[in-house]
């Protein structure tokens, strides 16, 4: 029995609202039923169903950070002292107040945690950095500067798995 996250049990036409939506969540209920090719309350009722069994986790604008005065995206690759779950949680717990941090993965391989952080100029940059390899627990910390990056896409690809 397939659960609420199977993605077999989802038709062509939730692919084609999650896709769409993955582009452009602003666009009226109305156009989105024109796009996927229904009518309008039978969409609006795929969407709620979807977002009620967590496929769509929210909406969010796009907004343009070196406009708003961030101008640098780096990540950094951190090693902790110790992988014990205390200090991993203890780690996780400390860059989730830190609002440069916009992500946080942990990772295998070539350390504990992949960060990705935004600074608003190389001096801001190097705080964060300096920050990060005196935080407590912390081992290691190697950044990686992101020169460009040409390709940075919303969500997951919305075909129908193969296999």
Same mark, same amino acid.
């Given at each position: %029995? @397939? ?15 999650? @896709?769409?939506?993955? !582009? ?5 209920? $109305? ?21 009620? !069994?967590?496929?769509? /986790?929210?909406?969010? @604008? ?7 005065? =961030? ?8 090693? /902790? ?11 996780? #717990?400390?860059? #989730?107040? =830190? ?6 993965? %942990? ?6 945690? /992949?960060?990705?952080?935004? #600074? ?14 005196? @935080?407590?627990?912390? !081992?290691? $910390? ?10 940075? /896409?919303?969500? $997951? ?7």
């Amino acid at each position: %029995m @397939a659960n609420e996250f199977d993605p077999l049990i989802l038709d062509e036409i939730d692919r084609k609202i999650l @896709a769409e939506l993955q !582009a452009d969540g602003r666009m009226t209920n $109305v156009e989105l039923a024109k796009r996927v090719g229904i009518s309008p309350p039978p969409c609006l009722r795929r969407v709620r169903r979807l977002e009620e !069994a967590g496929y769509i /986790l929210g909406y969010h @604008a796009e907004t343009n950070g070196p406009r708003l005065g =961030w101008q640098i995206v780096f990540f950094v690759i951190v090693g /902790l002292e110790s992988q014990k779950q205390v200090v991993l949680e203890q780690f996780e #717990a400390l860059v #989730a107040t =830190w609002p440069e941090v916009r992500e946080c993965h %942990m990772i295998r391989g070539g350390g504990d945690f /992949l960060l990705k952080l935004v #600074a608003r100029d190389p001096g801001h940059e190097n705080q964060l950095t300096t920050r990060l390899t005196n @935080a407590p627990l912390v !081992a290691r $910390v190697q950044t990686l500067q992101t020169i460009r990056t040409s390709r940075d /896409l919303p969500g $997951v690809p919305l075909e129908r798995p193969h296999g």
